[in-house]
């Protein structure tokens, strides 16, 4: 009888786990599914790159921050974030979206300003998307390689025909390249169409640690920035 | 409670749990339908505009082969644009295979219809060997248009699809096997494979061939330098530049480049340069990066920075250049210098020099233009048309405030000698380009001036 009783108490506190699983996973399900569309380009510890240099610089400023501007969002960042966000009247979740952004008085990452020309702006949008950890010389020489192609006859004429180019940029395939931009890549691009040529003629730039198509070894390796490698 | 209570409470829980699953399930297959079918439908426009440009240009070829000079210059405008609407249609395309030669094909033929309409705006006429190429172009084309509209019918007709949607796992995004099975992804792998085996157009262009093999002229009677020279030469560049404190981190070498350099990563405790010196004639060709540390004078207005820049050329043995155009933006002024000769000025050999303001410091040095163009020329042999008629051939309300001659690119391997008239229109600054051969108006530009930048445009 004890034993009876105790087989259907383990039945039904197991049933319950199997239930509490699946409401689970139903909601975080479509919770995901919702959040893969927003594509929310936000700052949050192990980020790392020029905006949250920016970021820690104001916070440095302001003394919220004590730490070297580094570039990496560690956890001594990320409490000076959430020091700043509370006394600010912030959600103090330690996470820089756009309202932080806008409260450190920084451009957010998708707010471009209105007098750039758009051939910039989607050359920073390719920048930040494909380079943004890279350093200010490689950014540079990847907008310098998409304004190249649209010199070459053998690309599209026109840049957003280059940067649309079906199978042509990983970061437009897989999304990245929706994320938005920042003040840095948008230097970049500019210098890229005023003629600054690092990659020197380049038309094709990849990482040698991620790519996986062989046909992109047979081109002649240039120069290397960062982790990218620039050839022809 | 009882068993048979939590058996119950639990089927229903079950069942609600079933239901809204199935719900959401059949809501994200609903919209994965509506952007397959987007999806889909946006690369068939583009699939049929591309048909659309082949059919007109098989029509407008067909046509520029045998009309007269005034009826050709219309004509090839529209091949122009229907060429290069054919290139951008067909990058669009989810194909995975190479269709890079179909891409120069349209791209050139865009390029030659250009070349030959502003033949025929110099009051020249399409030669025998033009209108011959042209029908060439003709029958090339009607072989394309043939073999695309096999593929027309397989995707109207027989139900080809650009995307693959078979099952509920698969991907929306287009595959390779998708294009297989339909035959559209081959199709265009043999178009282009039979493109592949037309001449390349013969002309003169941006798109054409022969601007693929252009080398530094102004390199050409220099010896290469060895790996060491070059680095010696880096250091010195270095310290003309005012960056005595950055040092050579790395080298390596561009051999595949343009202009075939050696290239040197150079840094001091903050920052990092790049610094590229020519194979030949170990000649500083470009000087970029985020620089750090401060020269003698901080703080420069634009004024200095134009001495300073100026001031550098001269050190690197540069003594005929004068101060073309200067772009400020965030404490950072870009002046263009060019080449100035026996009362010449040379726009193709031109340099650019980026100083940092704040910093006082060179920040940038660009001389790929330069050594690409810079070389003996000869106008020589050719009447030159009178400079009176030159200035009297434009608008009366234009006031002439100077004239002298400028050697310019027409941007597709030609060069022009022509007189550079500058004056004033309704309050603003024109430099008009009038060939001294034939007098023909190449090009005209607004001066625009606005704080301490001023530049051409």
Known sequence: ?232 | MSKKRWIGILSICFSIALFVSLLWGYGERQQKQVLYNQLEYQYQRAFYNYVGNLENLKLLTGKARLSGNLQSAILLGEIQAEASAAATNLAVLPMKDDLSRSLVYYNQLSDYALSLSNSLSRGESISANDRATLADVYHQLQGIYDNTMQLQEAVAVGGAKFVNLKSWTSSIWPTAQAQTTTGIGSGFADINRTINGYQQLDYEGKYASSMLTMTAKGLANYDKISAKEAESAANQYLKLCGLENYEIISAGEAASAQIPVYTFACGDSNNSINLAVSESGGKLVSLFGEISGSGKQQNMDVKSAEAYAGSLLKDLGYTDMVLSSVQTNDRQAVMKFVRKADDTTYYPDSINVRVDLDKGLISGFDASQYWLNCCERDFSGKEMYDQQAAIGGLGKDFTVSGSSLAVISDGAGSENLCYEIRGKYDGEEYWDYINTDGGKDECLLLNSVSGDSYYQR
């Not at chain 1, 786990?17 to 409401?23: N, S």
């Not at chain 1, 919702?34 to 380009?41: D, K, T």
């Not at chain 1, 350093?135 to 690309?155: E, I």
């Open chain 1, 1 to 232: 009888m004890s034993g009876n009783y105790h087989v259907i108490k383990g039945s039904i506190k197991l049933s319950k786990i199997l239930l509490f699983i699946i409401i689970i996973t139903i909601i975080a399900s479509m919770v995901f599914a919702n959040l893969q569309n927003q594509s929310v380009a936000a700052l949050a510890q192990g980020s790392t790159g020029q905006q949250v240099k920016e970021v820690q610089q104001k916070l440095k400023d302001w003394g919220y921050y004590t730490g070297s501007v580094d570039g990496i969002y560690g956890s001594q960042t990320k409490a000076a974030v959430v020091k700043f966000q509370k006394y600010n009247g912030l959600t103090a979740d330690g996470i820089v979206g756009s309202k932080t952004l806008a409260a450190l008085g920084i451009a957010s990452s998708s707010g471009v300003s209105s007098n750039t020309s758009s051939d910039a702006v989607l050359l920073a949008k390719v920048i930040y998307a494909e380079s943004e950890a890279e350093p200010y010389t490689g950014k540079v020489a990847v907008g310098a390689v998409m304004l190249n192609r649209v010199d070459s006859s053998s690309f599209p004429n026109t840049l957003s025909g280059v940067i649309y180019q079906s199978y042509a940029l990983e970061s437009v395939s897989n999304g990245r390249y929706g994320t938005g931009t920042n003040a840095e890549c948008l230097k970049a691009a500019q210098e890229a169409i005023n003629g600054w040529d690092p990659s020197y003629g380049c038309l094709y730039f990849w990482n040698p640690a991620t790519a996986t198509s062989t046909w992109i070894w047979t081109r002649k390796v240039v120069v290397t920035y960062g982790k990218h490698v620039f050839g022809i």
